[in-house]
């Protein structure tokens, strides 16, 4: 097989398999730019991605040129050092496809139970999930804390414990598909009276971004963002937070920043419950079916009560580690090396 149209003077070669938009979101594109970022920056590899929105690849990798390549489809016969697959229970017929074209075939996937053929499955989450179905039998599965998926400039911040919340940031991520957005903002309106800054971020698949912005319309204390290549610059800066499951829910624990989470689906119900358990996140009673009020407790808890603030600043950064994705990268690589 060929091998791709890369810079000679690149390392390895990656593709990532991945996919996008407004019914699945931005997550799984999210943390295939995070570790293509790591990639190519530490690793000096050539990055491919086939996403079926080529559009949202390229804008959330453009700054990359070069260095990146954004396809719609998957590339034929042409191989690649590591292929990467970020698509929620991929057939067994492209994993098969996919694995005769690379040397090392990795999948991401949060709860799918298989069968695959993947060399290494990663599971970025603090789940206690079932041993899914491995096909390879040397297969590895890398999961837990230490193996979450943050973007690399996360494990540089250090953020500062503050009794009472200042500035908070709001977003539930690229798409926001249930409209968390609109249900929180009427809330914070009416409980914070304008003496807190607040930081809001959707994404270009957010199809409610001019509703919200005519909600806030004359209210200098909100500000509303419009798709950030990452929020590590706002996490730097906001001191509390309310978010989504999944990767938002990740990265704010792994700063120790007090939170508020909400489910999106089901998937995220679950895992909410589990940082609440472990006191790392306030999660509104009745999770995924959380009333306006449960909502408007737990706001008021996180932003106003210090005992609550400190509590979860301090259980929050045991959950998560703000080196996985550099420590996936690492390791590997090191897996290309010995191979």
Known sequence: MSKGKHNEDAGISVLFHVEAGETIGLGNLCRCRSLAIEFIECAGAAVTVSCTRKDLAQSSLGEYGSKVVCLQQIPDKTFFDVIV???PNCSLEVQQSLKKNCKLLIGIDDWGMGPYVYDIIIRPNVLNLSRPQLLEANAQIWQGKDYVILHPAYAKL??????????VLVCFGGSDPSGLTLQVLPILLQILFGEIKVNVVVGMECAQYEKICNLIQGHRNIEVFQSLPNLAGLFNVCDTAIVSGGTLLYEACALGIPAVALAQETEQHEETK???EKQAVLRPEGGLYASDDA?????????FNTDVRRMLFQNAKECVSRDGTQRIVKKIVCSLDVD
């Open 85 to 87: 697959i970020d698509v």
């Open 158 to 167: 250090d953020i500062t414990f503050k009794e009472k919340a200042e500035e």
């Open 274 to 276: 589990v940082f609440a």
């Open 295 to 303: 909502i408007s407790n737990d706001i008021q808890k996180v932003c």
